[in-house]
């Protein structure tokens, strides 16, 4: 159970795009002590920073949303942008183990 003075902490990503063109989407919602470790994850990310110009036929979109305690950010990437910070948020969430399959990729569970 999450303690008051703990923040809240969510991500999205949403990958489209591609040959296919399908959409996936992703959620991690960690509380507790992994919220502090996750928010770090999150400032790390160059929100504000100027983006590349997609390049290329059938390449990925990125679209990243993060909320920790008050603190709501979001940006669209092309595939290129997605490196260094952006790779390490992207995959911690891929890779968040609270998963579920759903039909558009995975979300976190509801509790």
């Known amino acids: 159970m999450q303690r008051a003075d703990?923040?809240?902490?969510?991500?999205?990503?949403?990958?489209s795009?591609?040959?296919?063109?399908?959409?996936?989407?992703?959620?991690?919602?960690p509380d507790g002590e992994a919220a502090a470790?996750?928010?770090a994850l999150i400032d790390r990310?160059?929100?504000d920073a100027p983006r590349s110009e997609p390049s290329g036929a059938d390449r990925f979109c990125w679209?990243?949303?993060a909320e920790a305690g008050p603190v709501r950010r979001e940006a669209?990437?092309?595939?290129a942008d997605v490196r260094g910070p952006w790779r390490a948020l992207i995959d911690a969430v891929r890779a968040w183990p609270d998963v579920t399959p759903g039909a558009a990729g995975r979300t976190a569970p509801a509790s």
């Open 76 to 79: 669209e990437l092309p595939d």
């Open 63 to 65: 679209r990243v949303s």
């Open 37 to 39: 470790e996750w928010s």
């Open 6 to 15: 703990e923040p809240t902490v969510r991500v999205t990503v949403v990958r």
């Open 17 to 29: 795009g591609g040959i296919a063109g399908l959409r996936r989407q992703w959620q991690a919602c």
């Open 45 to 47: 990310c160059p929100w």
